[in-house]
RNA sequence: GGGCCGGUAGCUCAGUCGGUAGAGCAGCAGACUUUUAAUCUGUUGGUCGAGGGUUCGAUUCCCUCCCGGCUCACCA
């Protein structure tokens, strides 16, 4: 149904833009006037995919959008007026939000509307400030950031801005509105992320009237400026009327009060619902950065996390290290991996399931204590609290026992609350109701047995907790699922984590794991049929696990082949027999711990997050368009025409 | 992989018991010199995820597929 007939009515300025757009689309130069002739009805109508300068944009998948489009000739129009840059680098902020706000924020003088005027300039004898108006000198301010509203009212206009200290702001307006009350001033609103640029037309009208007024005859006759676009202003750090501090544009030496570093071409979603959808919010986590000011919070949280952690054991003399990515052998954890291969070398190669065997090697070289931040890779199912790709902190301390890592591991956790919350009372999660959970990470956290837990929550009588058959069939009465493969000690781990992990949502170490489990932990002196191993569950989930390690050769010899008979059984996620490092034990590896802590995880708790995906940059997804559908190419564009 | 729910304008969402769709925001235009989700007025914009079937007619009903969310199972 080509050239639909209900568009025949539109009014003069759509009638104008449709022809503008028309000539964009035939490669016809967007500057000049709106013909005054009746246009061709066709631009918006079958809309090709616009290419208005190639020599800029040419490779660009561009979309068949009228708001793009737009943008583009925008784009053009800013070309032309700065002698062919359109996307200018020469701007220097002098100040971040914080930085200026910071500066007015803790005199209570200036919590008040005031007028600034330059310093060292005298005063404007044609615009004498209102008597009374408290006038402040305020030094020449250049600030830049990206537009996420714009307010024109009349000759005057308003832009929200947001900087990389967006996150600092709520606090600064805080503290600000503690000095307001003490004042009588009327308490504003905290959780504000932008900082405000004023602009009055009176004192930059060329530069008012081409960023936000229609202008007739000018390359591109609509306002030039929209949300999105990235902006520097430059003029004078004042109050307004209703108290908000913001920066009076004002021009200089010839410069314009305000200019587009960067148009950007493709619109923000909608300033008040933000971008919501799930999958777009992850695949474009750029934008999801940009609208979503929670989102920052968990990675600035994140970042403290890894900070934290790195000065802890720091402090504490363990030195960080980094050990191979890819591995020729399985070892150090159970887990399917991801295969790769080494062309030059043509030989397999695994992505590591954990670093674990290459940290003890180190420790087996004095490095008695040693720690690595890095990426595990395993080639398993993904979850709320699974991604294939997930960073694990592994540190190794010789002369110490799992029960001195529990005391060290305490210490981190209610460290990091502090330092990242401010507290070791943090909530987490939903419960059935949906009310956040209250975790207590104060130390000392809880310790229970593998076989007390058993006991208290499968209901397993104490001579039960040996026979494979009885736990078999309480697991089945629970309806919990073990795979026939399983042995003893295999069950019991699998049924207490999956009767216990509900009742571990305060920090909870759980120990005396079945040796069979663990093939690199270090029997218990009295019980050679447990090692001494625990792992720390909080809000239900597994965060950290940790043993004193196996040094005796023969023993871990004997424990790797057992591992190979458990593969013969049909274990698919055993270990490999790994030949070298039972030789690294055979030199001699000190009385050692080790303790590994999923740091997603951890930033999870500490910041709220129910999903791991929350706390992961780029979480893995399936690619955009896999499998058929209509997608745009990766191709560029064809030129219109 | 199984189950449940979803895909409608650039964004957030309504709606159509089968007769080719609406709102708010964004955009365009008008008014407005201290707003802050500004307000008021007018207005543009849609292959209703893709393909096939039934039908005079499908965005709606049926089938298949694609994509996503939640959830179960394995795993940290």
Redesign the pocket.
Known sequence: ?PGSPR?A???P??RA?AAKLAALADGAPPWGRWPSAAPARRG?DRMPPIDIDPAAITGTPLER???MA?RLAKVHALRQAAAGVAYPNDFAPSHTAAQAMHWFSSDPVHLH?FVALEQGAPMDLERPPPAGAPVVFSPRVHMAGRVL????????A?L?VIDRTAAELPGLRAAENRARVATGLPER?VQVPTF?F?F???DDPDTFDRLF??TEGAPW???LC??GDIVGGEGLWFR?????Q?LWLKSAAGRPALRILTKAVR?L????????????R?RQRYVDLVMNQDVREIFRKRSMVLRGVRRFLDDRGYVEVETPMMHTSLGG???RPFRTHHNALDMPLYLRIAPELHLKRLVVGGIERVYEINRNF?N??L??????E?TMLEFYRAYATYTDLMDEVEALIAELALQVCGSTTVHWGSEAGGTPREIRLAAPFARVRIADGLQRWAGIAEAGLGDERVLRARAAELGV???GHATLGKVQV?LFEAVAEPHLVQPTFVYEYPAETSPLARRNDRDGGVVDRFELFIGG??IS?AFSELNDPVDQYQRFAHQLDQRAKGDE?TMDLDIDYVRALEYGMPPAAGCGI?I??LVMLLSGAE??REVILFPH??PE??????RPSAEPAPVAG
């Open positions: 149904m568009r009515d539109r009014g300025h759509q833009l918006l959008n009228a708001l737009q509307p509203a714009i307010n024109v009212k009349g000759k005057v308003f929200r609103d405000q004023y009055s037309r009176d007024k229609p006759e609509g306002p929209d949300v307004t009327r209703t108290g908000e913001s619109p979603p909608d300033k008040f619902h933000g971008l919501a959808d799930k999958e777009t992850l954890a159970a887990a395993r398993e199912g979850s709320q609290r699974h991604n294939p997930f699922h073990i795979d699998e989930i597994e696990n996620e999923g997603d995880r999903s791991i997804m399936r368009g896999a499998g058929g559908g209509e």
